[in-house]
C-alpha cells in the first residue's frame, strides 16, 4: 500500500522569504501526487498536481512542485511566501490501478512572520 | 467556480445517536467521496461512490457507516450509532470519471459526539 510522509510538522519563515515543504512517497509505480492547502475552518483546496509528463509543475498562488523519482519526492516550493499562505499543507498520493482513495500526508502547518 | 457544499459545518450529537451529514457535489461530476480528519491526525479516506453503488471503501468503513445518493444533487453520510471516536472533521469530495482526475473537497462538517 501506498504511504506519505511528511517529516516537517510545523515550519516557520518571514514573509518574503523562500519556502520548500518536504514530501516523500512510497509506492512501488508512478504515483500521482497532489499538493493541497487547508486555511483555518475552509476545505482542502487543491494547489497543483502531477500525473506524467513535465516534473516540474505549476500551481496557484505562485506554488511549484517537482517530482523526483529517484528521491521519491514531490517538494513544494514558493520563491517569497505572503503572510496569506499561512495554513496547513497536505500532501496526497493516488495510484493508477484504478484505485480512488487517495492517502494523505499528516500536514506541514506554515507559520508566516512579518 | 463550482465548488462542493457541506451541512452543517458543525453537529453535536449524544453517544449512540443517529448522525446524517450532507454533501452537495459539484453538478457534472459523478465520483463522490467521503474523507474524515480525527483532530491532529491524517485525513482518513472512507468511501466512494459512482452510478448509485459503493465503488471503494476503506477498513474504517464498516456497518455502522453508509452512505446515499437520495435524489441528483445530494451526498449523504450516515452514521447509525454514534461513538465517541467518531468525532472529527468529515469531508466529502466530488471528481469526474477519470482515475486521475482531481477530487474537489468540501469545507467539512465537525461532528462533535459526547
Known amino acids: 500500500a501506498q504511504s506519505v510522509t511528511q517529516p516537517d510538522i510545523h515550519i516557520t519563515v518571514s514573509e518574503g522569504a523562500s519556502l520548500e515543504l518536504r514530501c516523500n512517497y512510497s509506492?512501488?509505480?508512478?504515483?500521482?501526487l497532489f499538493w493541497y492547502v487547508q486555511s483555518p475552518g475552509q476545505g482542502l483546496q487543491l494547489l497543483l498536481k502531477?500525473?506524467?509528463?513535465?516534473?516540474l509543475v505549476q500551481g496557484i498562488k505562485g506554488f511549484e512542485a517537482e517530482f523526483k523519482r529517484s528521491q521519491s519526492s514531490f517538494n513544494l516550493r514558493k520563491p517569497s511566501v505572503h503572510w496569506s499562505d499561512a495554513a496547513e499543507y497536505f500532501c496526497?498520493?493516488?495510484?493508477?490501478?484504478?484505485?480512488?482513495?487517495?492517502?494523505f500526508g499528516s500536514g506541514t502547518r506554515l507559520q508566516v512572520q512579518p | 467556480e463550482p465548488e462542493v457544499t457541506q451541512t452543517p459545518s458543525h453537529q453535536v450529537t449524544q453517544m449512540g445517536q443517529e448522525v446524517i451529514l450532507r454533501c452537495v457535489p459539484i453538478?457534472?461530476?459523478?465520483?463522490f467521496y467521503w474523507y474524515r480528519q480525527i483532530l491532529g491526525q491524517k485525513v482518513e479516506f472512507l468511501v466512494s461512490?459512482?452510478?448509485?453503488?459503493?465503488?471503494?471503501k476503506s477498513e474504517i468503513f464498516d456497518d455502522q457507516f453508509s452512505v446515499e445518493r437520495p435524489d441528483g444533487s445530494n451526498f449523504t453520510l450516515k452514521i447509525r450509532s454514534t461513538k465517541l471516536e467518531d468525532s472529527a472533521m468529515y469531508f466529502c469530495?466530488?471528481?469526474?470519471?477519470?482515475?486521475?482526475?482531481?477530487?474537489?473537497f468540501g469545507p467539512g462538517t465537525r461532528l462533535t459526539v459526547l
Open positions: 502531477y500525473f506524467s509528463g513535465d516534473t
Open positions: 461512490f459512482y452510478n448509485n453503488e459503493i465503488s471503494e
Open positions: 496526497a498520493v493516488g495510484v493508477e490501478t484504478g484505485r480512488r482513495a487517495l492517502t
Open positions: 453538478s457534472n461530476h459523478l465520483y
Open positions: 509506492y512501488g509505480a508512478t504515483p500521482y
Open positions: 469530495a466530488s471528481s469526474d470519471v477519470g482515475t486521475a482526475d482531481t477530487q474537489y
